[in-house]
């Protein structure tokens, strides 16, 4: 490392000593636990679309523009800024390890959209930014480096008053994402937050392109050349086959729920596999059933959430004179519609706000259940803001498995029906005559 061009010493160090004296403590420290972090992770294997010598040139590009920033600004520890850049997703890798079926589902329903990954992530527990984080600061370091991994995904305005360390680690992420579409937004957020001019930041991310070979180098691992990953990025026949693929697996899955519907019996049976295809389908862990009472001309909660709210879901009725329920208005008009699309909370009804709240989302997405040309009822899913983008297209997927899933309902309520007629009618011919 004293040796490379990255250091700049102008002759070669040929002694350990000497390599310690001029690199300082704190760099040594930074070797060690770079080391360190690839030799546990060094095992780990791409999966899915998780592409590991993709993770570790994005983790190296923002290690090395951390250090380039923190130069370029005056921070008192560059080493330190290097490490915490190396680091900052680092969570990724944990989560990835230890879910990697489901991290890699994650990832590829938040096609690079960080509010779809972070959105994503929370079913797991926890974002990536919140696991880094956690690691780093059982490590015990006495330094700001947890919080630089744990807010860099923040809105830039939160980040303006932020200490050094997180801004530079906020900048250097920005900077370091090799998509061409964003290539505007990371220059204005290095000018926003730093005050660089334009070519000023194409020029750190220049320098620190030549920087990250050699350092990979020295580290002894592997990563993608990022010819590769613009070739990636435009590539329109990998786009469409990755469609093809999604769309193939979405379609499989979906037939394996439709049988699970066919083979349940019984109401609660029915809406508990419709529960599980909306998790494996559609990654959405917060669904509330309602189901059309002609007699009451109201929709009644039957199941969903968690067993200790059963008791609240059955106290939940909705009229269909409601007029101005967003439940009811997509139960009529026979259309999906989410409450992401009222301006103000005003513009709900108290019973719409009531269902949110006891969802537990940020709002709701109501789907309605039709058979046969028939109302029979409202699959409510809980979402927060980031899923709804991500949902809206997958509506004619959503859309078709609440038909099905009103079919199973239907079809189920219609063979409880006949059951009670034929024991009415059994219990009519074998009743006793009066006075025998």
């Keep these: 490392m004293v040796n490379s061009a990255h250091s ?52 190296l590009l923002c290690a090395t523009l951390a250090e380039l920033i923190a130069k370029k600004t005056s921070c008192s520890s560059p080493d330190e800024a290097f490490l915490s850049g190396l680091l900052h997703d680092i969570g990724k890798l944990v989560l990835c390890v230890n879910f990697p079926d489901e991290y890699s589902d994650i990832l590829q329903s938040s096609n690079n959209k960080s509010e779809l990954l972070l959105a994503g992530e929370m079913s797991l527990g926890a974002t990536h930014c919140e696991v880094g984080a956690w690691m780093i600061s059982r490590w015990h370091l006495q330094s700001f480096m947890a919080d630089a991994v744990l807010y860099h995904h923040e809105p830039v305005h939160r980040i303006l008053d932020a200490l050094p360390l997180v801004k530079i680690v906020f900048v250097a992420n920005a900077l370091s994402t090799d998509t061409v579409e964003e290539d505007d937004a990371k220059l204005r957020t290095a000018q926003e937050v730093f005050g660089f001019a334009r070519s000023d930041a194409k020029g750190l991310i220049l320098e620190a392109e030549q920087e990250v070979h050699q350092i990979a180098q020295s580290l002894d691992i592997e990563i993608e050349p990022p010819e590769l990953l613009y070739v990636s990025v435009s590539d329109t026949n990998h786009e469409k086959e990755q469609n093809l693929v999604r769309g193939v697996r979405d379609i499989s899955l979906l037939q394996a729920t439709l049988q ?59 009229s269909l004179q409601a007029k101005k329920s967003l439940i009811v208005q997509s139960l009529q008009q026979g259309i999906p519609l989410d409450s992401f699309g009222h301006q103000k909370k005003a513009d709900l009804s108290i019973i719409d706000t009531q269902v949110i709240r006891l969802i537990g989302k940020s709002g709701i997405l109501c789907l309605p259940m039709i058979a046969h040309k028939q109302n029979v009822g409202m699959i409510i899913l809980g979402l927060e803001q980031a899923q709804v983008s991500h949902l809206s297209n997958q509506m004619n997927l959503l859309t078709m498995f609440a038909n099905r899933s009103a079919l199973a309902v239907h079809a189920d309520s219609v063979r409880q029906t006949q059951s009670k007629l034929v024991q009415s009618e059994r219990w009519q011919r074998h009743r006793p005559w009066p006075g025998k």
Excluded: C
Aim: charged letters at 20%; proline letters at 3%.
């Design 260 to 318: 699970n519907l066919l083979e349940a019996y019984g109401q609660e049976a029915i809406l508990n596999v419709i529960q599980q295809g909306l998790q494996v389908l559609f990654d959405v862990n917060r669904a509330l059933f309602l189901l059309l009472d002609p007699e009451k001309e109201a929709l009644v909660g039957k199941g969903g959430l968690e067993p200790s709210q059963d008791t609240l879901i059955k106290e939940l009725v909705i």
């Design 8 to 59: 700049g010493f102008p002759s070669k160090v040929t002694s350990i000593e000497q390599a310690l004296h001029l690199l300082g403590m704190d760099a040594i420290k930074n070797i060690a636990i770079s080391t360190a972090v690839f030799q546990v992770f060094g095992e780990a294997k791409d999966h899915g679309v998780f592409k590991l010598k993709l993770f570790w040139r994005h983790s």
